[in-house]
């Protein structure tokens, strides 16, 4: 089983949709948590960072952390084409960070 | 553009060859972290140093891998007599280490394609 597990996708929603993606993880001792947009052939471009349990706002983007579940989730609410990415979760491991494999998210105009 | 910088962005080599990247990080970061991701996959970790010195190798880089960061600045990643397994985006990532400023930012990443 691997520490953070995330559905790969892809996931096709129409312009304008609220999308949820979600991870899951093994390891309690992560306690920071963050949320990268990957296009295509690009590097990982940081989205959301978050410590502990909670929620956190950022324009359309909400993060939300559930330490109790090792369940975190990040919102984007009238999703546009340009949110057409792979999305990573990652938490931290001490000093490095333990990725998800990215869930592909495909916003229909 | 003040981001982390890597070269180059594509390379494709034959089997057996030896080939080398080069990383710039951000300028006051003083962490830099190289990750290998394959198709499909999140990035991997495999080694990060804190200033000049290697703090830690994954178990994935093999003896044919070897990382410097000779002045603490920019970092090289040499990977020698490559082979088809060695193919795959390789990213370079920097970030301080002041407290609640660790964030990871990458670069673009380095392609390598072994035929």
């Known amino acids: 089983q691997k520490e953070v597990e995330q559905d790969p996708g892809p996931l096709s929603v129409p312009e304008g949709a609220i999308v949820s993606l979600n991870c899951t993880y093994s390891?309690?001792?992560?306690?920071?948590f963050m949320w990268y947009r990957q296009y295509s052939r690009k590097g990982p471009e940081l989205l959301m960072y978050?410590?502990?349990?909670g929620n956190k706002e950022d324009g359309r983007f909400t993060a939300q952390v559930d330490k109790s579940s090792k369940y975190i989730s990040l919102f984007i609410r009238d999703s546009q084409p340009s949110d057409s990415a792979t999305y990573l979760c990652?938490?931290?491991?001490?000093?490095?960070?333990?990725f998800g494999s990215g869930t592909r998210l495909l916003v229909r105009p | 553009d003040t981001g982390v910088s890597q070269n180059p962005r594509h390379k494709i080599t034959k089997r057996g060859q030896n080939v080398t990247f080069r990383c710039d990080p951000i300028?006051?970061?003083?962490?830099l972290y190289w990750y290998r991701q394959t198709l499909g996959q999140g990035p991997e970790f495999l080694t990060y140093?804190?200033?000049?010195?290697?703090?830690?190798k994954s178990r994935l880089l093999s003896d044919r891998f070897s990382a410097e960061r000779p002045k603490g600045s920019f970092s090289t990643l040499e990977i020698q007599r490559t082979e088809q397994g060695d193919s795959a985006m390789y990213l370079c990532?920097?970030?301080?280490?002041?407290?609640?400023?660790?964030?990871?930012?990458f670069g673009s990443g380095t392609q390598l394609s072994v035929l």
């Open positions: 990532a920097s970030s301080s280490d002041r407290v609640g400023e660790e964030k990871l930012f």
């Open positions: 390891n309690s001792a992560f306690q920071y």
């Open positions: 978050t410590y502990s349990s």
């Open positions: 990652a938490m931290d491991s001490s000093y490095k960070l333990i």
């Open positions: 300028s006051e970061h003083n962490r």
């Open positions: 140093f804190q200033n000049e010195a290697q703090l830690e």
